[in-house]
């Protein structure tokens, strides 16, 4: 299984005070020391750069994710994921325009997404999504 990681679990995997018994946590960990190949975007890029204060700490952060596979939506990504939106809000679950990217990228590029965010899990009710589930 190769993952897609959300902002969500990269967050709480940087924090100072840290979250090792999330599991999510340990999935990332996990993945990242071999377990799985783990994929990012530039948009969770920049959501967690947008996080940290100060320029040593992005030069930090930059250097972590530089090994990442790195997926570059196009064109046909953000139509896609527009309509994923939309499906989604027309069953009344409103769901954000970066998270319904991720959908699309986990879809095309047939990724289970580890996520911490609950809108995920919403959205999996109307329209598929591979989600990281423990176990």
Known sequence: MSLLVD???WSLAF???GQPGLPEVGALRAALLGAEQVFTTGLVLQEVLQGFAGPKNRDQLV????GLAFLQPDKQDHIAAAEIRNACRRRGVQI???DALLIQLSQ???LTLLTTD???HAA???VDVHL???G
């Open 108 to 110: 095309r590029y047939d």
């Open 96 to 98: 954000g325009t970066i």
């Open 132 to 134: 990281w589930t423990m």
């Open 118 to 120: 609950k809108d995920f």
């Open 63 to 66: 250097e972590r994710l530089s």
């Open 15 to 17: 924090r100072r005070d």
């Open 124 to 126: 999996a009710q109307h």
């Open 7 to 9: 902002t969500s679990v």
